[in-house]
Antibody, heavy 115, light 110 residues
């Protein structure tokens, strides 16, 4: 079955850009009519949808983050990506990637914004 | 971003039936289907209910979902200790052109 795995730096300095990769295994990122999403969860808090991408490259973003977020896809690598610019401590969270209406999810990766 | 509204906590004893509510608006729950997710401590969320009331393969039939107007509910019957988790509802919002989540409900099995 399809599995997702997030990867990237666990520590990012304030004002810099957070960059994460989600690697899809067990199936092609182009198979089925799926969107691929990023979701985050600050410690002890709820889930926040960041945005999504279709394998054609079409994207939707959370309006509250849109000015700082870019999601892209590389179908040849079966990966999609998240960039969040100008990060602050408020961007510290566990970041998840997920397929479609969020099934399945990756295991999540903790990103801490600190100098 | 406006989200969906859930009670922060719920509780029940083993064997009981518990319901968790999720309130939205005409642009999200009123127009689109609702999904529910279960997040066990220290793990990633897992899809529990999709399209208001459908269970993915492997989800026990003790879990059920319903929707009416701009609200939805998750019911858990025959409560078990392993059901202790955080539960989230989610729906697509046509006004925001994005997904919105509820704030989550922490279920405690007494």
């Amino acid at each position: 079955q399809v599995q997702l795995q997030e990867s990237g730096p666990g520590l990012v300095k304030p004002s810099q850009t957070l960059s994460l990769t989600c690697t899809v295994s067990g199936g092609s990122i182009t198979s089925g009519s799926y969107y691929w999403s990023w979701i985050r969860q600050p410690a002890g808090k709820g889930l926040e949808w960041i945005g999504r991408i279709y394998n054609s490259g079409s994207t939707n973003y959370n309006p509250s983050l849109k000015s700082r977020v870019t999601i892209s896809v590389d179908t040849s690598k079966n990966q999609f990506y998240l960039k969040v610019s100008s990060v602050t401590a408020a961007d510290t969270a566990v970041y998840y990637c997920a397929r479609g209406w969020f099934d399945p999810w990756g295991q999540g990766t903790l990103v801490t914004v600190s100098s | 971003q406006s989200g969906l509204t859930q009670p922060p906590s719920a509780s029940g004893t083993p064997g009981q039936r518990v319901t968790i509510s999720c309130s939205g608006s005409s642009s999200n729950i009123g127009t689109n289907t609702v999904n529910w997710y279960q997040q066990l401590p220290g793990t990633a969320p897992k899809l529990l209910i999709y399209s208001n009331n459908q269970r993915p393969s492997g989800v026990p039939d003790r879990f059920s979902g319903s929707k009416s107007g701009t609200s939805a509910s998750l019911a858990i019957s025959g409560l078990q200790s392993e059901d202790e988790a955080d539960y989230y509802c989610a729906a697509w919002d046509d006004s925001l052109n994005g997904w919105v989540f509820g704030g989550g409900t922490k279920l405690t099995v007494l």
